[in-house]
Protein backbone atom coordinates (compact mmCIF):
# COMPACT_ATOMS: atom_id res chain seq x y z
CA UNK A 1 0.00 0.00 0.00
CA UNK A 2 1.40 3.44 -0.84
CA UNK A 3 1.88 5.12 2.50
CA UNK A 4 3.57 7.75 4.21
CA UNK A 5 6.28 6.20 7.17
CA UNK A 6 7.87 7.37 10.32
CA UNK A 7 10.95 5.99 11.38
CA UNK A 8 11.20 5.11 14.79
CA UNK A 9 7.34 5.16 15.86
CA UNK A 10 8.62 6.59 19.62
CA UNK A 11 11.96 7.67 20.07
CA UNK A 12 14.00 8.61 23.50
CA UNK A 13 17.02 11.48 23.22
CA UNK A 14 18.84 12.77 26.30
CA UNK A 15 18.64 16.48 26.90
CA UNK A 16 21.17 18.23 24.30
CA UNK A 17 21.71 15.03 22.40
CA UNK A 18 21.03 15.55 18.66
CA UNK A 19 18.33 13.46 17.23
CA UNK A 20 16.96 12.48 13.51
CA UNK A 21 13.40 11.57 12.70
CA UNK A 22 12.53 9.75 9.29
CA UNK A 23 9.65 10.20 7.16
CA UNK A 24 9.50 8.29 3.74
CA UNK A 25 6.85 8.18 1.41
CA UNK A 26 5.90 5.91 -1.70
CA UNK A 27 3.12 8.45 -3.02
CA UNK A 28 5.49 9.93 -5.02
CA UNK A 29 3.95 13.37 -3.60
CA UNK A 30 5.91 16.83 -4.57
CA UNK A 31 5.27 18.15 -0.85
CA UNK A 32 5.85 17.41 2.29
CA UNK A 33 5.36 18.71 5.75
CA UNK A 34 6.72 18.72 9.29
CA UNK A 35 3.70 18.88 12.23
CA UNK A 36 5.45 19.37 15.73
CA UNK A 37 2.03 18.35 18.64
CA UNK A 38 2.88 19.02 22.25
CA UNK A 39 0.31 17.01 24.51
CA UNK A 40 -3.44 18.47 24.02
CA UNK A 41 -2.07 21.08 21.92
CA UNK A 42 -2.88 21.15 17.99
CA UNK A 43 -0.17 20.21 15.39
CA UNK A 44 1.98 23.47 14.52
CA UNK A 45 3.39 23.16 11.72
CA UNK A 46 7.27 23.83 11.42
CA UNK A 47 8.27 23.88 7.92
CA UNK A 48 7.60 22.19 4.92
CA UNK A 49 8.82 20.97 0.82
CA UNK A 50 8.08 22.15 -2.06
CA UNK A 51 10.15 19.32 -3.90
CA UNK A 52 13.55 20.61 -2.82
CA UNK A 53 12.26 24.10 -1.62
CA UNK A 54 12.57 24.33 1.73
CA UNK A 55 10.21 27.03 3.76
CA UNK A 56 10.60 27.50 7.13
CA UNK A 57 7.65 29.04 9.65
CA UNK A 58 8.53 31.88 10.99
CA UNK A 59 8.37 31.13 14.58
CA UNK A 60 10.59 27.55 14.25
CA UNK A 61 13.39 27.63 16.66
CA UNK A 62 16.79 26.87 14.59
CA UNK A 63 17.79 24.01 16.73
CA UNK A 64 14.93 22.40 14.33
CA UNK A 65 16.47 22.02 11.09
CA UNK A 66 15.15 19.88 8.22
CA UNK A 67 16.44 17.85 5.29
CA UNK A 68 15.35 16.07 2.05
CA UNK A 69 17.71 14.48 -0.12
CA UNK A 70 15.21 12.74 -2.64
CA UNK A 71 11.23 12.97 -3.64
CA UNK A 72 11.07 9.91 -0.98
CA UNK A 73 12.43 10.63 2.24
CA UNK A 74 12.64 13.80 4.20
CA UNK A 75 14.45 14.09 8.10
CA UNK A 76 13.66 16.10 11.11
CA UNK A 77 16.73 17.08 12.99
CA UNK A 78 16.75 18.68 16.92
CA UNK A 79 20.10 19.62 17.09
CA UNK A 80 19.91 20.34 20.45
CA UNK A 81 16.83 18.83 22.14
CA UNK A 82 15.04 20.60 25.31
CA UNK A 83 12.57 18.90 27.51
CA UNK A 84 10.19 21.16 25.53
CA UNK A 85 10.91 19.60 22.52
CA UNK A 86 9.09 16.26 23.59
CA UNK A 87 6.21 16.35 21.83
CA UNK A 88 4.18 14.28 18.80
CA UNK A 89 6.31 14.76 15.14
CA UNK A 90 3.58 14.40 12.55
CA UNK A 91 4.93 13.87 8.33
CA UNK A 92 2.12 14.85 5.92
CA UNK A 93 2.32 14.80 1.86
CA UNK A 94 1.11 16.25 -0.93
CA UNK A 95 0.68 15.88 -4.45
CA UNK A 96 1.56 18.52 -6.91
CA UNK A 97 -1.91 20.16 -8.03
CA UNK A 98 -4.04 19.09 -5.25
CA UNK A 99 -5.57 21.25 -1.96
CA UNK A 100 -3.82 21.64 1.23
CA UNK A 101 -6.57 19.88 2.76
CA UNK A 102 -5.69 16.78 1.29
CA UNK A 103 -2.22 15.85 3.25
CA UNK A 104 -1.86 12.24 3.76
CA UNK A 105 -0.66 12.43 7.49
CA UNK A 106 1.66 9.46 8.46
CA UNK A 107 1.40 7.85 11.96
CA UNK A 108 4.02 9.94 14.02
CA UNK A 109 6.77 9.86 15.94
CA UNK A 110 6.52 10.50 20.10
CA UNK A 111 9.88 12.04 21.27
CA UNK A 112 10.89 11.63 24.71
CA UNK A 113 13.43 14.05 26.07
CA UNK A 114 14.91 12.96 29.39
CA UNK B 1 -5.25 36.46 13.92
CA UNK B 2 -6.22 33.23 12.53
CA UNK B 3 -7.19 30.86 15.19
CA UNK B 4 -9.01 27.73 15.84
CA UNK B 5 -10.32 26.87 19.17
CA UNK B 6 -12.63 23.20 20.30
CA UNK B 7 -13.22 24.22 23.76
CA UNK B 8 -13.63 20.58 25.10
CA UNK B 9 -10.96 18.25 25.32
CA UNK B 10 -12.92 15.18 26.23
CA UNK B 11 -17.01 14.59 25.07
CA UNK B 12 -18.25 11.50 26.21
CA UNK B 13 -21.66 10.49 25.01
CA UNK B 14 -23.68 7.30 25.18
CA UNK B 15 -24.58 5.16 21.54
CA UNK B 16 -27.12 6.76 20.42
CA UNK B 17 -27.04 9.76 21.92
CA UNK B 18 -26.79 13.29 19.33
CA UNK B 19 -23.37 14.37 19.28
CA UNK B 20 -22.14 17.89 18.75
CA UNK B 21 -18.30 18.85 18.75
CA UNK B 22 -17.70 22.36 19.37
CA UNK B 23 -15.48 24.62 16.58
CA UNK B 24 -14.73 28.22 16.79
CA UNK B 25 -12.35 30.40 14.61
CA UNK B 26 -11.04 33.09 14.10
CA UNK B 27 -10.58 34.91 10.47
CA UNK B 28 -10.53 37.95 8.44
CA UNK B 29 -12.79 37.10 4.93
CA UNK B 30 -14.32 33.77 4.00
CA UNK B 31 -12.94 31.27 6.07
CA UNK B 32 -12.50 27.42 4.62
CA UNK B 33 -12.92 24.94 7.44
CA UNK B 34 -12.36 21.36 7.77
CA UNK B 35 -12.96 18.40 10.16
CA UNK B 36 -9.87 15.59 10.50
CA UNK B 37 -10.15 12.57 12.76
CA UNK B 38 -7.91 10.53 14.27
CA UNK B 39 -9.07 6.80 15.05
CA UNK B 40 -7.11 5.28 17.74
CA UNK B 41 -3.59 3.90 16.45
CA UNK B 42 -4.64 5.54 12.76
CA UNK B 43 -3.41 8.21 11.07
CA UNK B 44 -5.01 11.59 11.30
CA UNK B 45 -7.28 12.10 8.13
CA UNK B 46 -10.33 14.32 6.44
CA UNK B 47 -13.53 13.70 7.53
CA UNK B 48 -15.15 16.24 5.89
CA UNK B 49 -15.05 19.84 4.49
CA UNK B 50 -17.62 22.88 4.96
CA UNK B 51 -17.48 23.54 1.16
CA UNK B 52 -18.32 20.16 0.26
CA UNK B 53 -21.18 20.00 2.48
CA UNK B 54 -21.58 16.21 2.79
CA UNK B 55 -22.18 14.00 5.09
CA UNK B 56 -19.36 11.86 6.04
CA UNK B 57 -20.29 8.86 8.45
CA UNK B 58 -23.64 10.37 9.55
CA UNK B 59 -21.20 13.78 10.39
CA UNK B 60 -22.24 17.30 8.90
CA UNK B 61 -20.89 20.36 9.89
CA UNK B 62 -22.38 23.69 9.01
CA UNK B 63 -20.50 26.77 8.94
CA UNK B 64 -21.90 29.43 10.89
CA UNK B 65 -20.25 32.72 9.94
CA UNK B 66 -21.91 35.41 12.60
CA UNK B 67 -20.97 32.88 15.48
CA UNK B 68 -17.60 31.98 13.69
CA UNK B 69 -18.69 28.40 14.82
CA UNK B 70 -18.38 25.09 12.28
CA UNK B 71 -19.73 22.48 14.80
CA UNK B 72 -19.28 18.70 13.97
CA UNK B 73 -22.83 17.06 14.58
CA UNK B 74 -24.12 13.34 14.26
CA UNK B 75 -27.69 12.62 15.57
CA UNK B 76 -26.99 9.19 16.78
CA UNK B 77 -23.20 8.50 18.35
CA UNK B 78 -21.67 4.94 17.26
CA UNK B 79 -19.36 3.32 19.51
CA UNK B 80 -16.93 3.59 15.99
CA UNK B 81 -17.12 6.80 16.29
CA UNK B 82 -14.80 7.08 19.28
CA UNK B 83 -11.41 8.57 18.44
CA UNK B 84 -9.95 12.35 18.09
CA UNK B 85 -11.66 14.91 16.19
CA UNK B 86 -9.44 18.15 15.04
CA UNK B 87 -10.98 21.02 13.39
CA UNK B 88 -9.00 23.13 11.15
CA UNK B 89 -8.68 26.61 9.19
CA UNK B 90 -7.01 27.32 5.64
CA UNK B 91 -5.70 30.52 6.11
CA UNK B 92 -4.50 32.87 4.22
CA UNK B 93 -1.09 31.48 3.99
CA UNK B 94 -1.96 28.72 2.52
CA UNK B 95 -1.97 26.15 5.60
CA UNK B 96 -3.52 24.53 8.01
CA UNK B 97 -4.39 25.16 11.52
CA UNK B 98 -5.44 23.14 13.51
CA UNK B 99 -7.26 23.41 16.81
CA UNK B 100 -6.05 21.36 19.89
CA UNK B 101 -8.24 18.39 19.37
CA UNK B 102 -11.32 16.96 20.79
CA UNK B 103 -11.78 13.58 22.40
CA UNK B 104 -15.03 11.63 21.55
CA UNK B 105 -16.04 8.87 23.57
CA UNK B 106 -19.13 6.88 23.10
CA UNK B 107 -20.30 4.62 25.69
CA UNK B 108 -22.21 1.57 25.49
Known amino acids: DAMVIQNPRYQVTQFGKPVTLSCSQT?????MYWYQQKSSQAPKLLFHYYDKDFNNEADTPDNFQSRRPNTSFCFLDIRSPGLGDAAMYLCATRAQGSSVYEQYFGPGTRLTVT | AQRVTQPEKLLSVFKGAPVELKCNYSYSGSPELFWYVQYSRQRLQLLLRHISRESIKGFTADLNKGETSFHLKKPFAQEEDSAMYYC??????????FGAGTILRVKS
Open chain 1, 27 to 31: LNHNV
Open chain 2, 88 to 97: ALLTHGNKLV
